[in-house]
């Protein structure tokens, strides 16, 4: 019986299939294992979501099943020379990576500084000015992260980019509460205590905002023809901040108006001569 299938399998169908199997499953065991020991030291430096543990785990992936396919192979006749090829193959995969793929390299070298570095985890809200991007951070890998925007599309920039790019990191911990700014211009003569306290009562009654007491409201900055009013608030996040922002808009054009505020905008004055 052991010497039944020689013709395809190395040590028999029944010896071959055997030893593949048991190396199926100590590749499975011992990718537990390192795992689970990585895993536990992340949790003792309160690192889980750290980038370097998420490439690393990604990469003890690849490495134990690439080893354990070219075990197999060398236990199937026809696939052993492919097995053969694959171990004898370094020098030639490393020229590839050093010329054609240059790019491919390229990102596994930012994406390991990225996680050496952890300029952001993942969850975290960024914001890419450059490139206009702004979302949460859904997955980091080797080659790319991908990013999940307000609109809910994902945006997967490769990470040579990212690591060149200027990155803003908005997270915000759970203790703690978003700052956002409110900017509006009125002209010369109007009544900035008014103006500043009409929208302050507002945002004392806005449900999204947050720490009501810390709410200001200041004369920040004065423009050639208006002057601009500043408004901190507190929110749960940047989001809630988004929505508070838009509805200010359309409050202070009403508000604003019944109260006599007027609200400045560039027009141009054309004078014919010819008339």
């Known amino acids: 019986m052991t ?6 399998f190395t040590n028999g169908i029944i010896i071959s299939l055997t030893i593949i199997i048991l190396e199926f499953i100590a590749a499975k065991v011992v ?12 949790k003792k430096q309160g690192r889980e979501k750290d980038m370097l543990y998420i490439l690393i785990n990604k990469a ?31 020098g030639f995969f490393a020229v ?33 000015p450059e490139k206009n991007i702004t979302g949460f951070i859904e997955d980091l890998n080797l080659r790319h992260v991908v ?20 990155v803003e990191n908005r997270h915000n911990d759970k203790d703690t509460a978003n700052m956002n700014f409110y900017y509006v211009g009125v002209a010369y003569g109007s009544d900035t205590d008014k103006a500043i306290k009409i929208v302050l009562d ?10 009501k007491d810390l709410l200001s409201g200041l004369v920040f900055e004065l423009k050639d ?10 929110t749960k996040d940047q989001g809630d901040g988004f ?29 014919n001569h010819t008339a």
């Open 96 to 128: 590839v990576l050093a010329l054609g793929a240059q790019k491919i390299s390229e990102n596994i070298v930012a994406g390991v500084a990225i996680g050496a570095y952890e300029p952001f985890k993942k969850g975290d809200l960024i914001n890419i």
């Open 147 to 166: 990013i999940r925007t307000y609109e809910n599309t994902r945006v997967i920039i490769p990470n040579k980019i990212i690591d060149d790019a200027i």
């Open 202 to 211: 507002h945002l004392k009654k806005e449900t999204l905002v947050l720490k």
């Open 243 to 271: 929505t508070v922002k838009c509805a200010l808009n359309d409050f202070v054009l009403k508000a604003y108006k019944e109260a006599n505020i007027e609200i400045p905008y560039n027009y141009l004055n054309v004078i």
């Open 225 to 234: 023809s208006s002057i601009i009013l500043r408004f901190g608030f507190y």
């Open 60 to 90: 003890l992936s690849v490495v134990i099943y690439t080893v354990m396919l070219v075990l197999m192979c060398q236990e199937i006749i026809p696939l052993k020379n492919i097995g053969n090829a694959l171990l004898g193959a370094s």
């Open 31 to 42: 990718l537990r294992i390192i795992r689970g020991l990585l895993n536990n030291l992340a």
């Open 3 to 8: 010497e039944y299938g020689k013709e395809i």
